[in-house]
């Protein structure tokens, strides 16, 4: 009989939608020097943990769980153990992690990760430990192998980096300055995904309204847009994340206009109040965003509007937190990601001398859940026995027997349905309307 001597690797993610496709890349590169993927940990030969920094909670997981490999690693001296991501990218961390985790055996960074077959081979070949981050951007990488998650929709960055240097936010140290990828490599990423059958691509990047500003070519991501709507084949386009105080009138109408395009747009407010909004370096107004927002609702019909929300930012009042209150319930969005205020190293906020107290933060995040409940809830009974069109991505999560999908405007969808679906558009008639997700029956 055979043995099996395949080796297996199994890749941890955390944090936000460009470290799922820096994973997707790690993956795709070890399965084309013959590795597999497994969830099962233990199984594993190579455990890859891809970290992020955004918030302390973030950070506290993969120390947790970077504790829990040095049993296993005593158990099988020869599973290799490397560490990557944002995390890695913060001065001095690299250090830390080796210093309390001295049996981790590849360290890397955000902008070296094309490099870990490499990394990988010299491990194996000679059993030496490696650490290597790199403080600068170099140009962009392009065709690495890429093993996508789904076979229906797919992530393509289009940009790298933040420009934006919000006071709390610790992306811009992490990930660099911005770069935009050329046209032509989105476009033949774009065509290759259709090619293999993919129906959806989002695109990407921390702010994707700066996009081309680099190319020195007149370039905008309103042509972008128009340019990826004209690909063959492919349905539907989504975009994340918009920057509220960049975000055009050529990219609403493009929204509008173009038929593949997503009526849905993701505009982080964080805070209601304007006395904090310039605190953090935000650039807009609470009545600036509330026009933004009504300009979207009145020229995109249909258009869902989710959000980021952070309470608990240094010297927020009780009366700025309200200004956050009355901006959810005045925008109506149609989902929101709330998050308490997490004090990141060496950014401005962090020198603040105002913080608030952790009881204050949790007092104002529980008000806060209930009002964006409340409102999401609300704006998803509208569905109740509208029929909308779904893309059909897999089958549900917790029922084997359903399908889920999303409607155009990003809505989860689970319904009753043959998997011959998967894949396709489908017409679901709603018939009951929950505060995450909407469920339906195939209509005809
Ligand atoms: N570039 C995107 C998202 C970046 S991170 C944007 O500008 O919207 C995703 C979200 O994490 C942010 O929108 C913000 O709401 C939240 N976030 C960032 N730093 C944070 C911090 N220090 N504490 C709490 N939430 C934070
Ligand atoms: Fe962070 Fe602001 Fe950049 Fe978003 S725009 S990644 S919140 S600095
Ligand atoms: Fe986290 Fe890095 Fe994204 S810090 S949110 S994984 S850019």
Not at 287 to 307: D, F, M, N, W
Not at 318 to 333: A, C, I, M, P, S
Not at 353 to 369: D, P, T
Not at 411 to 424: A, M, P, T
């Amino acid at each position: 009989m055979l043995q099996n001597t395949e080796l297996k690797y199994y890749i941890e993610t955390w944090g936000c939608q460009m470290n799922e496709e820096d994973s997707e890349k790690l993956s795709g590169m070890l399965k084309r020097i013959g590795y597999s993927n497994t969830e099962v940990k233990e199984e594993a030969d190579i455990i890859i943990f891809n970290t992020c920094c955004v918030r302390e909670n973030a950070e506290n997981k993969v120390f947790g769980n970077l504790g829990l490999l040095k049993a296993m690693k005593e158990k099988k001296p020869n599973l290799i153990i490397a560490i990557c991501g944002c995390m890695m990218q913060q001065k001095d961390m690299a250090d830390k992690v080796l210093k309390t985790f001295p049996y981790v055996d590849i360290i890397f960074g955000t902008h070296n990760s094309y490099k870990f077959p490499e990394y990988l081979d010299m491990v194996q070949k000679e059993g030496v430990q490696i650490k290597e981050i790199i403080n600068k951007e170099e140009g962009i990488v392009e065709g690495l192998p890429i093993d996508r998650k789904s076979d229906v929709k797919a992530f393509v960055t289009i940009m790298y980096g933040c420009n934006n240097f919000c006071t709390y936010c610790i992306v811009p140290y992490v990930r660099g300055r911005e770069r935009s990828r050329k046209v032509d490599d989105i476009l033949k990423e774009v065509k290759e995904l259709v090619s293999l059958g993919y129906k959806e691509v989002t695109l990407l990047g921390q702010n994707v309204n700066s996009f081309g500003k680099d190319l020195g070519d007149d370039m905008t991501f309103a042509k972008l847009l128009r340019v990826v709507n004209e690909v063959e084949g492919l349905e539907r386009i989504r975009f994340m994340t918009s920057h509220p105080k960049d975000l055009t009138d050529d990219v609403i109408q493009a929204v509008k206009e173009c038929d593949k395009l997503c009526e849905q747009i993701h505009l982080p407010v964080q805070s209601g109040s304007s006395r904090v909004l310039k605190e953090m370096n935000r650039s807009y107004t609470k009545e600036q965003y509330l026009e933004l927002a009504r300009k979207i609702r009145k020229e995109i019909p249909g258009v869902s509007i989710s959000t980021d929300i952070i309470i608990g930012f240094p010297g927020e009042t009780e009366e700025d937190f309200l200004d956050t209150l009355d901006l959810v319930k005045e925008v109506e969005y149609d989902s929101a990601f709330t998050f308490i205020y997490s004090r990141r190293n060496n950014t401005p906020a962090d020198r603040m001398e105002n913080q608030i107290s952790e009881e204050i933060k949790h007092e104002r995040f529980n008000r806060l859940v209930k009002q964006v409940n409340e409102i999401v809830e609300k704006r998803n009974k509208e569905y109740n026995g509208e029929v909308v069109e779904v893309l059909v991505e897999g089958k549900s999560k917790n029922q084997e027997d359903r399908l889920m999908g999303r409607t155009r405007n990003g809505r989860l969808v689970n319904f009753e349905g043959s998997q011959e679906n998967i894949g396709k558009l489908v017409n679901v008639k709603i018939t009951k309307a929950g505060s995450f997700s909407l469920t339906g029956e195939e209509y005809k």
